[in-house]
C-alpha cells in the first residue's frame, strides 16, 4: 500500500529557503505511471498546487510560485523534494506530498501532511 | 491560474442530496475529463473521493458521484450523513499542464 511521509524543518526564517522531502513506500518513484507533486494549505485557507514531477525529472510549477520553487526526484532513495526561496509569512502552510496517475487516474493521492511556520 | 469557484457553503438533512458545483473555464474544466473531487475532515488530509470526473476508488461509498457540464463539475452526496460533514474541494488539470483547486466548499449536515 502506498505510503507518503514527508519530513523537515517546520520552523523556517523569512528570506531563507524552506527544504521538504517526501519519502515513497509501497511504490516505486520510478514507475512511468505516476507524477509525484507538492500541495500547500495556509492555516483556515483552501489548497494550492504547488508543482509536480515526473520520474525522467520533467517538473511544472505553479505561476505564481515559479521563480522560487525547485522540485527534484532521486530514484536511488525513492524520494522526492521541494524547495521553496525566499520564503515569507504568507508561505506558512501545511505541506503535503502526492501521487498522481499520469494518463489516467488524473488525481492526488495524499501524504498526511507537516506543518511549516515561517518566523523569525 | 484562478482558483476553480464553488459555492462557500451548503447544507443538507440526514438522508438527503446535496450537489456541490466546480466552475471553470475550457482551459480546465471544460477541456479535460480530470476533474477530482477530496474530502477533508478537520486537521486531517484531504481524501480522494472522485476521480476523472465520475470514477470512485476502491472504498469510498458509492453515495458519491461526479458529473460535468461544459465548464461545471459537480459532485453529488446522496443519503446526506453525519460523517459526510467535511470541507470538499474539487481540482483540474489545465491546458497548461499545471492544477488548479476549488475554492472549497463547508459541507454542514443539519
Known amino acids: 500500500q502506498l505510503q507518503l511521509q514527508e519530513s523537515g524543518p517546520g520552523l523556517v526564517k523569512p528570506s531563507e529557503t524552506l527544504s521538504l522531502t517526501c519519502t515513497v513506500s509501497g511504490g516505486s518513484i520510478s514507475s512511468s505511471s505516476y507524477y509525484w507533486g507538492w500541495i500547500r494549505q495556509p492555516p483556515g485557507k483552501g489548497l494550492e498546487w504547488i508543482g509536480s514531477i515526473y520520474y525522467s525529472g520533467s517538473t511544472y510549477y505553479n505561476p505564481s510560485l515559479k521563480s522560487r520553487v525547485t522540485i527534484s526526484v532521486d530514484t536511488s532513495k525513492n524520494q522526492f523534494s521541494l524547495k521553496l526561496s525566499s520564503v515569507t509569512a504568507a508561505d506558512t502552510a501545511v505541506y503535503y506530498c502526492?501521487?498522481?496517475?499520469?494518463?489516467?487516474?488524473?488525481?492526488?493521492?495524499w501524504g498526511q501532511g507537516t506543518l511549516v511556520t515561517v518566523s523569525s | 491560474q484562478s482558483a476553480l469557484t464553488q459555492p462557500a457553503s451548503v447544507s443538507g438533512s440526514p438522508g438527503q442530496s446535496i450537489t456541490i458545483s466546480c466552475t471553470g473555464t475550457?482551459?480546465?474544466?471544460?477541456?479535460?475529463?480530470?476533474v477530482s473531487w477530496y474530502q477533508q475532515h478537520p486537521g486531517k488530509a484531504p481524501k480522494l473521493m472522485i476521480y476523472?470526473?465520475?470514477n470512485r476508488p476502491s472504498g469510498v461509498s458509492n453515495r458519491f458521484s461526479g458529473s460535468k457540464s461544459g465548464n461545471t463539475a459537480s459532485l453529488t452526496i446522496s443519503g446526506l450523513q453525519a460523517e459526510d460533514e467535511a470541507d470538499y474541494y474539487c481540482s483540474s488539470y489545465t491546458s497548461s499542464s499545471t492544477h488548479v483547486f476549488g475554492t472549497g466548499t463547508k459541507v454542514t449536515v443539519l
Open positions: 475550457s482551459s480546465d474544466v471544460g477541456g479535460y475529463n480530470y
Open positions: 502526492a501521487r498522481r496517475g499520469a494518463r489516467m487516474a488524473v488525481a492526488w493521492v
Open positions: 476523472d470526473v465520475s
